[in-house]
């Protein structure tokens, strides 16, 4: 081997570099324009980081190196990622990318720990283990940002992931892990192989030599269980999508689009803001032009209707009875708004954790809402969004001195939350048609949207307000992210965005209809409402708690061995 070419090896395998392959491969999963021709990134977009682990390993590096070229790693991962975030404030997306790469270590280090105290074989089998208990606890805890659960990464091929009806999004993370674990021990078991030409010097002797083909098959060989560990998977999956059918009775659906700028039009005060007659002039008009006599629901997006309205007196307000005055001209289309609402509480005693006080109205919450009304006359429904935002609607205790003044798109500050799930009663001609209201955030959740099937609903509907994150991978991310859902449940879902991407996926995550970003429009779809419940929708998250408790056993066994090797103590002379 010359001097250059030990010069090349070198400098391939330097930490720096290995961390910056490794990010690269992973951000290949969430590509600005996701393609399932990159998806297959994911399965060797670990192995860098194993190999730079393993080479700081081997050198006797100092924890602190280690963590350095580990963080590095991880922080350009969520960087390239995510950048997105900062777009509505360069604060929040340097927080969002510095913090959960900060968080990420945690595993990587407890993975360190446990090869260290129980040896390489329990070592490595426990990398995903915790791992995906990280995942699973991001999935539930106030600091909650699962966008980078690894089995997200999916999104883009959802024909090879049809198995999550049984699995959820978290059996994607284990695919994705056991893949770059068999690939890294095969790299490693193989590092000292050199596939040649048919005739060459010998690099020991200098004597010309002939390659063995007992060698390249030993090679083939030995990759033989990655590769079938990544076919039968995509198989099996495409085997599941080609004998399921589309399952329940259908019905019309109309999502609508409005396209109104939320930095500059939305909101009194902003340079060229739309007065809210207007903006409700404009979801009706776009409703109006898209229903047809078999329409039986219409859905406008995320705070759609935005001027704080109180729940108490809501329907004595103007925009409210014209609302009501539409949908006597339509008999049988029932509709669900996004709508930021107001409800008081009667005292301190009464009040919830995240209410504000002032003197002229006492004890209230503010919520990010979604309103249903099944028909003209019906009481109106609501739904206050459970997943908050971390740092925009939900500022945990912690962190209230760190993000509170931290701008992510929306109102900052925590607002009101409910903690069940509400499913919107079926409309009278459409006896089959019970809507879950998922609102932006909260379609990032397998296990919570999952919950909406078990208490009954039919038909997922997501309402967002993409447009903060202007043209960026963001919405694009996260359009995709219903297809999961779909398949986890298996259930259409129609979503309609302020802008960003509006239209319908199937029961398959297949996408039937999608509307063009940043233009008013609106699409009509035929939706089919499936009452079965899938395995994932009804035992939930048993991968992530299964590993949560593995994790624990775990760390336990690493802290009972670590104690025995303590030298024992010798007693002053």
Wanted: with cysteine.
């Amino acid at each position: 081997m010359t001097r250059a070419s030990t010069a090349r090896s070198s400098l391939l395998q330097h930490p720096v570099v290995l961390a910056g392959l490794g990010a690269l491969l992973l951000w290949g999963g969430w590509a600005p324009h996701p393609t399932a021709w990159l998806v297959p990134l994911l399965f060797i977009g670990w192995v860098p980081y194993l190999v730079m682990e393993r080479q700081l390993t081997l050198a006797g590096a100092r924890k602190r190196r280690v963590f350095a070229s580990t963080y590095l790693f991880l922080v350009l991962w969520n960087a390239l990622t995510t950048w997105w975030v900062s777009y509505a404030e360069l604060a929040a997306g340097i927080a969002a990318v510095v913090l959960n790469a900060l968080l990420m270590c945690l595993p990587l280090m407890a993975f360190r720990q446990t090869k260290k105290r129980l040896g390489n074989r329990l070592g490595y089998l426990s990398l995903p283990v915790f791992w995906i208990a990280f995942e699973q606890l991001h999935l539930h805890w106030d600091i909650t940002w699962p966008w980078l659960t690894l089995g997200n990464g999916f999104a883009a091929a959802p024909q090879w992931v049809q198995w999550y009806e049984y699995t959820g999004f978290l059996g994607g993370s284990v695919w994705v892990w056991a893949m770059n674990l068999l690939i890294f021990r095969v790299l490693i078991k193989n590092e000292k192989l050199k596939i040649k030409s048919a005739a060459g010097p010998d690099a020991d002797t200098g004597t010309r030599r002939v390659a063995s083909d007992e060698s390249f098959l030993i090679f083939n060989s030995q990759f033989l269980i990655p590769l079938l560990a990544i076919i039968l998977p995509i198989l099996l999956s495409y085997l599941m999508g080609a004998v399921y059918q589309e399952k329940g009775p259908s019905t019309e659906v109309v999502v609508v689009q409005p396209n109104v700028d939320p930095y500059v039009e939305k909101f009194e005060g902003g340079a060229k803001f739309i007065s809210y007659d207007e903006q409700l002039t404009r979801l009706l008009s776009l409703s109006e032009r898209h229903l047809t006599s078999q329409t039986r629901l219409v859905l406008w997006p995320e705070t759609a209707l935005e001027e704080s309205y109180w729940e108490s007196t809501i329907e004595s307000n103007p925009k409210i009875r014209r609302i009501r005055q539409w949908l006597a001209q339509h008999p049988g289309v029932a509709l669900l708004t996004g709508i930021t609402t107001i409800d008081s509480y009667p005292n301190q005693e009464a009040a919830s954790e995240t209410a504000r006080y002032r003197d002229d109205l006492g004890y209230y919450d503010v919520f990010n809402t979604g309103a249903y009304f099944a028909d003209a006359t019906a009481p109106i429904a609501f739904y206050h969004k459970s997943r908050l935002v971390p740092g925009v609607e939900k500022i945990p205790p912690l962190l209230a001195s760190v993000i509170s003044h931290i701008d992510l798109g929306g109102t900052v500050g925590s607002v009101g939350s409910q903690a069940e799930r509400t499913v919107y009663p079926a409309p009278a001609p459409a006896p089959a048609l019970r809507v879950a209201p998922v609102i932006c955030y909260e379609s990032i959740y397998g296990d919570f949207v999952g919950e909406y099937t078990r208490r009954g609903a039919t038909l997922l509907s997501v309402i967002t307000n993409d447009a903060w994150w202007h043209d960026s991978p963001g919405y694009r991310q996260l359009f995709r992210y219903g297809a999961l859902r779909c398949i986890e449940t298996r259930r259409d879902l129609a979503r309609s965005a302020n802008t960003g991407f509006t239209g319908f996926i199937n029961q398959k995550g297949e996408v039937i209809q999608r509307e063009p970003a940043w233009v008013p429009t609106a699409s009509r779809a035929t939706v089919h409402l499936n009452k079965e419940v899938t395995f994932y929708a009804r035992f939930g998250e048993l991968i992530g708690r299964g590993t949560q408790g593995l994790a624990v056993l775990l760390l336990l066994v690493a802290f009972w061995q670590g104690r025995r090797r303590l030298p024992a103590r010798v007693p002053a002379a």
